[in-house]
């Protein structure tokens, strides 16, 4: 079964730098969301598009926005980057309301 | 305090026993609870979800329900060395946005 899809894989950035990150949620998936790991942490809720609006909005920085495209992929702009940035960010998609699944997500590091 | 909580563990059990996961969340709005396993540096598996109070089962895994007492576990039977990972249990709102605890390192040893 396909699942979510995440690119690039990994990212290294210096900083102050601007990242894009993918996100390609499983076929006929409508909701997206996004998640940042930290070490040793357990994920945390970003932000989350349904049929291509904004619904949910958790803890995402300013320096930081997304959006939802027509064929439903998301990408997550992250700028002005931060070490602090540096963490695994997760796509999930699902059948709003439904179960979410993760995508492999995209390891991200700033120097 | 955060809103769901997990003993981070490690939690040790023997091949072939049985691994008792727990969690308590405080928001009552919580409508459905999920655990998720996660291998280190991978992405959360979606091992189980339930919404109603009572017992899932589901193979050799079962998720059990309390919205009274807001308590949510996992029990594993016959536990494998490749069981062991980090289960995140998660509780999620109306608007379904996943509200994870911090996650419990289980190791089965051989």
């Known amino acids: 079964a396909a699942g979510v899809i995440q ?11 601007t990242a894009t990150l993918k996100c390609y949620p499983i076929p006929r998936h409508d909701t997206v969301y996004w998640y ?9 809720f970003l932000i989350s598009f349904y049929e291509k609006m904004q619904s949910d909005k958790g803890s995402i920085p300013d320096r930081f926005s997304a959006q939802q495209f027509s064929d439903y992929h998301s990408e997550l702009n992250m700028s002005s980057l931060e ?8 796509c999930a998609s699902s059948l709003a309301p439904g179960t979410q699944y993760f995508g492999p997500g995209t390891r991200l590091t700033v120097l | 305090q955060k809103e769901v909580e997990q003993n981070s563990g490690p939690l040790s059990v023997p091949e072939g ?3 008792s996961l727990n ?6 709005g919580s409508q459905s609870f999920f655990w998720y396993r996660q291998y280190s540096g991978k992405s959360p598996e979606l091992i189980m979800f339930i919404y109603s109070n009572g017992d899932k089962e589901d193979g050799r ?5 309390n919205k009274a007492s807001q308590y949510v576990s996992l029990l594993i039977r ?9 289960y995140l249990c998660a509780a999620n709102n109306a608007g379904n946005m996943l509200t994870f605890g911090g996650g419990t390192r289980l ?3 051989p």
């Open chain 1, 7 to 17: 690119s690039p894989r990994h990212l290294i950035k210096e900083k102050r730098e």
């Open chain 1, 83 to 90: 070490l602090g940035d540096s963490a695994l960010y997760f």
């Open chain 2, 107 to 109: 190791m089965v040893k």
């Open chain 2, 17 to 19: 026993a049985i691994a």
């Open chain 2, 78 to 86: 016959d536990s494998q060395p490749s069981d062991s990972a980090t």
């Open chain 2, 61 to 65: 895994f079962t998720a059990q329900l």
């Open chain 2, 23 to 28: 969690c308590t969340y405080s928001d009552r």
């Open chain 1, 36 to 44: 940042q790991q930290g070490p040793g942490q357990d994920p945390q």
